[in-house]
Every structure is written in C-alpha cells, then in structure tokens.
C-alpha cells in the first residue's frame, strides 16, 4: 500500500437533513494527505436531504451523488462503490461524525495488520436526555452484550466491526454487500470476509460520533430489525450465531412465560420480570453516571426497548426471509477503472 493512498468515502443516506452537512464536514476535515472523494447514495428523502446533498456538491469538488431508488442501506452502499474509484472504500453513515484523524489511522491499521477491513468504536452520543439515555444503554455491556466496537477493548481481530475501512479487492471479491439484508448487512458481508481468509481487526484508536434515535418508538423499530435480520443471518451462515444473540430472545421467552404464570397460577411468576427489572435499573446506575437525572430516569426504559425488541424481532423473524436471501444474486460493484483494480 502506497504511504497515502486514495480514498473514496460512500455515504448511503435517507432522510439526514439533520445531521448530513455536519457528517460530510468531518469527511472533508479529515487530517489526511492522500486524495479523496466522498459518493453519498441518496434514497427517495421526505425532507431536506437532496437538497442539502446538492449544496454539498456544489460547494467541494470532492463531494458527489448516485442515486438509490430502492432507498435500501446495502443497494446505496453497493451504488456508491460501483461509483467510486479508489483502492481503500470508507463506510461512513449520514449520522455518523468521524475523529479528526480516522481515515490516516485506518489506512496505517490496513497496512500494519493486513487487514482485509478495520473499524472501531461506535461513540454514540445524544443531543438531549432520551438520546444521552439511548448513548448511555448502547455502551455498557448490560445493553449489548461484550461487543467491543460499542463498549471499547484491545486491538484485535473481531467478528465484525462498525462501519468500516475496507481494501478494495476484498468488496470486489465479495460483489459487495448482499441488498436482500435491509440490516446487519455489515456483520454479514464481514462473515463472507472472514470465511474466504480475510482479518477484520478492532482497533480503539477509530472512533466515531453516532447520533442515536431520537424516540423509542424509532429505537424499538431500529432494534426489531436488528434482532430479525441477525436471524436471517443466522440461517443463511451456519455457525454464526453466539450466545450473546441468544440473550434477548430467551429473556423476551422467560419474562413473558413468567408473567403468563403469574397471572394464571401463582404469584411466584412474576419474580422473573421483576427480576429482570430490578437488573436493569441497578444496571443504569453506573452507566448513567455524569447524566442528568431526566437522562439517568430513561436509562431503564432504553435498555428494556433495545433487549424486548432485539428479542422480539429474532423470534418473530420470518423463515420466508432467509429463502429469499440464498435465492438472491448479488450485484457485482467492480468499476471498469483501472484504478479500482490497484490493489490496497
């Protein structure tokens, strides 16, 4: 890999008015000495968004469009790398705020690892109190589990990891992101990495701001789907599954059976929900810790939200989904440029 090599940054975005002109900002900030291009996919916006992305291309030569009729998150990221023209490929969300020097350091890790795709921590952070509740339950190990892009760790090889900076023979090998995954699109083109030879590696020193959903009916929503489609995967690749995609599912199974049988036998039922209650509060105690007390007050109804709704999706996830997956054929994102070929 050359010393600075060039960089094509792809944005898949739907409805980002708010946070779109700030996200692409820290894009072209960026403490990095290598040329660079950002493709952002624009799925059919009800608000601002084409607008603002408009503006954006007009002011900086470096920035511009493809189109996603679909409005699907992997079709857009698909879109964008066909566009696109540089050997190492930057996932960056609409939402999603990178640190000053996350592409300098990513392309240093790609090269010093032989990594086939590095990322690293999910840094979610609120702009009020239910979105510092909701930043607070996605970074403590009660809320998800011990994955390290969301609660921190060492360098290391990982499963999977947010985001991404990937080489860009290794897309191409892969023909890109599968587009029946509506979610955990991500962890499943990371599992075709890994299973073909490739190392994705965790690395704390990449961070990124991550804005979280402003409601919990959008929060229940965003977790519904997670759960549902890592089910998906689940079936799709054998061997995948752990037992932390397995906790919300049985806890969602136990508290409800418990409350059948507190209701219809015996009082002593209900020890499981309270149980489970009583966890999640005394879990939000140390993850509230320097929030205000509204924030702190919304911590437990946050962490039931993201489990109930992971749990429910995965259980409730159709089989039909999974025969759809395998009969899919992926689109190939290879781009007719030589300089697509060049090797990271």
Known sequence: MNATPAVSVIMPVLNEERHLRNSVRHILEQEYDGEMEVVIAIGPSSDRTEEIAAELVREDPRVRTVPNPTGR??????AAIKASRHPVVV???????????????????????????VGGIMHAEGENAWEDAVAAAMTTKIGVGNAAFHTGGEAAPAET????????????????????????????????????????????ELRVQ??????????????????RWRHVVARYHAGSINLRYLAPPAAVCAIAAGTVVGAALTPW?????????????????????????KARAQIPVALATMHMSWGYGFLTSPRS????????????VRHAGTEAQTQA
């Open 91 to 117: 996932r960056v969300d609409g939402h999603g705020m990178l640190s000053p020097n996350y592409i300098a350091t990513a392309v240093r890790l790609l090269e010093e690892t032989g990594a086939q795709n």
């Open 161 to 204: 990891v947010y985001l991404g900076v990937f080489r860009r023979e290794a897309l191409e090998q892969q023909d890109g992101y599968n587009e029946e995954f509506i979610r955990a699109q991500d962890w499943e083109l990371n599992f075709r990495i890994r299973e073909a030879g490739g190392l994705i590696w965790f690395s704390p």
């Open 73 to 78: 998150t992997p079709a857009a990221l698909n």
């Open 321 to 332: 989904l999974a025969k759809k997956v395998i009969a899919s054929r992926r689109p190939a």
């Open 269 to 293: 039922g209900f020890v499981v929900p309270a149980g489970y209650l009583a966890a999640i509060v005394a879990g939000s105690v140390p993850a509230g810790k320097g929030l205000s007390l």
């Open 210 to 227: 991550y804005r979280p959903r402003p409601s919990v009916k959008a929060l229940a929503k965003q977790y519904k789907d997670y759960g």
